[in-house]
């Protein structure tokens, strides 16, 4: 006999619930206050100037300029800000199109919005990312650009992406901000395309609360990014050998780096490697048990399996009700376990479906495109299909050995104590 599901007023897997959903914020301590104190004692708060700076943001550009194997790399204040600065580095804005895949978080969309383009969506596959193949359905020659979105520490498939980017003469931003330490094919994700995109909030693989970073090999594109996130200005042209003077400059934002996010994310940096290790592990260790139970469950495929971070388990279930039963029953066995983004594609949030912005005349959906952008429910199907089933439980670098046991136990548990195989066609 089955045991009974905790939802059934059984017995949980867990009384202890798993850490919370973090991974960084998770591993703060001595290093970041340590860091942290020495910007406070320096007064230098600022990253261009000051008694006694400290250099931390410049440091931390070296950093992770050196581990994705690029020579530019640019702390900004989000993810959000990256992207943004990423798409005006590119000359992208009023009057161009950005393919942006069905499934990723609200930003990268609203990037483009606010970067006076407009995003169309590309369908995913079973690796929850872009999928190369729908590229030629919506593109037209009002494409400028394609963002690759890597979904929780899974890389996307940059041969098809690039090759396809190659054909049509656009560009290809990475965002990464669910990803950093994710590889394809061994070279660093963001480091692919002609600009890559990370993210220091809070959620993300290491944290400053907030925090973001623009990469490329492109000393062009590193300019304008400069510039953009600088209200014009490129003040250590010196330390990049660049001339270039007021003929290149032009209006931009303010979306410089403080050093004492600087500081903390030298520290957290340092630990990105140890913190990856460790979500691979539990996350292999749960995923090969459940396996040997249960060799039918379908989980979360990926381009390159060696490149993954390990921070979620992701799974397919066989159709949207079971996926929402088998989510609440995983959590009352003490195991935390979610559907993503609402079980829908970005473009259903109601905000993008229906065009709406903080501009006059739906400024920039205004544009009299020659391909009108229309968005509807039904667009991309298999985004619509697979985000109904998909659930996943996140993986994080305080899980012990026990606790993947655990996130094993519960799954195998309610997949069997729902009976999930016998909606399951063969
Ligand atoms: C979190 C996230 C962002 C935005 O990053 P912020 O630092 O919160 O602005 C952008 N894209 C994706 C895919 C994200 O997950």
Known sequence: MNPKLAIHGGTAVRSIPLPPLLRGALVIGGEEKEEVDRVIDSKALFRYYGNDVQHCVERLEHQIAQEANVPYALGVTSGTAALIVALK?????????????ANTFTATAGA?????????????????????????????????????????????????????????????????AQSLGTTYKGRFAGSIGHIGTFSFQMQKTITA??????????????????????????????????ETGEQQAFAGQNYRMSELTGAVLLAQWKKLDPIISVMRHRQQAARRAIEARLPQVRFRKSPDPAGDTGSVLGLFLPDAETAV???????????????????????????????????????????PFRHPVAYKPGMCPVAEDLLSRYVHIPISPTLTERDAEDIAEAVVKVYEGLGVDQWTKA
Not at 89 to 101: E, F, M, Q
Not at 215 to 220: K, L, R, S, V
């Open 89 to 101: 580095a590119l000359g992208i804005g009023y009057g161009d199109k950005v393919i942006v895949p």
């Open 325 to 367: 039963r088998f989510a609440q029953a995983v959590e009352a066995e003490g195991v935390t376990c979610f559907r993503m983004y609402g079980g829908r594609p970005i473009y259903m949030t109601p905000f993008l479906l229906h065009q709406r912005t903080a501009e006059k005349n739906n400024f920039p959906f205004d544009f």
């Open 209 to 242: 609360g907030e925090g973001g970073a623009i990469i490329t090999h492109d000393a062009g594109l590193f300019e304008r990014a400069v510039r953009y996130h600088d209200q014009g200005s490129f003040r250590e042209k010196m330390r990049y050998g660049f």
């Open 112 to 176: 483009v919005i606010c970067a006076n383009a407009v995003p169309v969506y590309a369908d995913i596959d079973e690796s929850m990312n872009l999928d190369p193949h729908d590229l030629e359905r919506v593109y037209d020659n009002e494409v400028k650009a394609i963002i690759a979105v890597p979904i929780n520490g899974t890389p996307c498939d940059m041969d098809g992406i690039m090759a396809f980017a190659r054909e049509k003469g656009i560009y290809v931003i990475e965002d990464v």
